[in-house]
């Protein structure tokens, strides 16, 4: 059976705290690139060389304030975004995800496909009671995983897929 219509969302968000942890990351990286723009600013400004630009030889300070204004606004928009987008679904014997703000991207994976269903925390989601849910199968995309989730949720998610998976393996046999 097929459908020629537009595809549903999945049904469950993932966690609020996801936005947390998305701006956590997004704070790291504007420092990041701060600390980079302040020190080639400081290592360029004021060194003579000729091929630098006169106008960042006089100005150095640009740098750093183009890259407060070019990257800030979107370092902060880009979680709410994400948590808009990101979802997921376990129906029936398909896992199925939606993420992706710019490029969207869907996955299905059946149930009966897995091969391993892994959980991981990084420091900030550990911080945060986050997890990642990853789920790996045998096919040449290789594993699908799922950003954000609640700890108590992914780790629900993973015993109940790694069940399910067991069972559908048995049945085939």
């Not at 999945?10 to 990041?32: D, M, T, Y």
């Not at 004021?46 to 150095?60: E, L, N, Y």
């Not at 975004?81 to 995800?97: C, Q, T």
Request: proline share 5%; charged share 20%; aromatic share 12%.
């Amino acid at each position: 059976m097929t459908t020629t219509g537009p595809l549903r969302d999945p049904v469950n968000r993932v966690s609020r705290k996801a936005v947390g942890l998305w701006l956590l990351e997004s704070l790291v990286a504007f420092v990041l690139f701060l600390v980079a723009s302040l020190v080639v600013a400081r290592w360029v400004g004021g060194s003579g060389w000729s091929w630098v630009p006169g106008w960042f030889a006089d100005a150095p300070w640009s740098l750093p304030v183009a890259t407060v204004v070019l990257t800030l606004p979107f370092l902060l928009t880009e979680p709410f975004v994400r948590y808009a987008v990101h979802r997921w679904e376990l129906s029936g014997d398909v896992v199925y995800a939606r993420s992706g703000y710019l490029t969207r991207e869907w996955v299905f994976v059946p149930v009966s496909r897995i091969q391993t269903v892994d959980k991981g925390q990084g420091w900030f989601e550990r911080l945060l009671g986050l997890a990642t849910l990853e789920i790996r199968t045998a096919s040449h995309a290789g594993s699908s995983t799922i950003k954000g989730l609640d700890f108590r949720v992914a780790a629900g998610l993973a015993e109940q897929l790694a069940r399910r998976a067991e069972e559908l393996r048995d049945d085939a046999t």
